[in-house]
C-alpha cells in the first residue's frame, strides 16, 4: 500500500524535546522525532528531499539518529541482512515511540 499525501504533524514532532532516546536511553537535549530510514522508506512518504510520514518517527538522540542515517546500525555481515536488521530495529523504535506518544496524551485514542 502506498500513500499519496504525507502525515504531518508538528504536535508530534514537537512532543520528541525533552524526552530521551528510545533505543540507547541517554537524555541529552539532542533528542528529535527522527524519521524512518530502512528498507521501506518510499512506502511511507519518503521521497527524495522528502521526509516519510511523521507517524514513522523514533526519539532519538543526535548520536543514535546519525547511525540509522548512514546505516551504521547492524553488524551483520551480509548487507541484505544488515538492511533488514536496520529496518526491524527501527520499526520497532518507530513502536516504542508511539507507545510513549499515546502514554504522554499526545495521541488521543
Do not use: P, W
Not at 547492524?74 to 529496518?87: F, H, N, P, V
Amino acid at each position: 500500500m502506498t500513500f499519496h499525501s504525507n502525515i504531518r504533524s508538528k504536535k508530534l514532532l514537537a512532543a520528541a524535546k525533552g524526552q530521551s532516546c528510545v533505543n540507547c536511553g541517554v537524555n541529552d537535549d539532542t533528542v528529535v522525532a527522527a524519521h524512518y530510514s530502512g528498507m521501506r522508506q518510499h512506502a511511507f512518504g519518503k521521497g527524495k528531499g522528502i521526509k516519510g510520514h511523521d507517524l514513522c518517527i523514533a526519539d532519538l538522540c543526535a548520536k543514535c539518529h546519525a547511525r540509522f542515517d548512514q546505516y551504521n546500525v547492524s553488524t551483520l555481515d551480509s548487507e541484505l541482512l544488515r538492511d533488514i536488521d536496520q529496518s526491524e530495529q527501527f520499526f520497532y523504535l518507530i513502536m516504542k515511540t508511539l507507545i510513549r506518544r499515546v502514554n504522554d496524551g499526545v495521541i488521543k485514542l
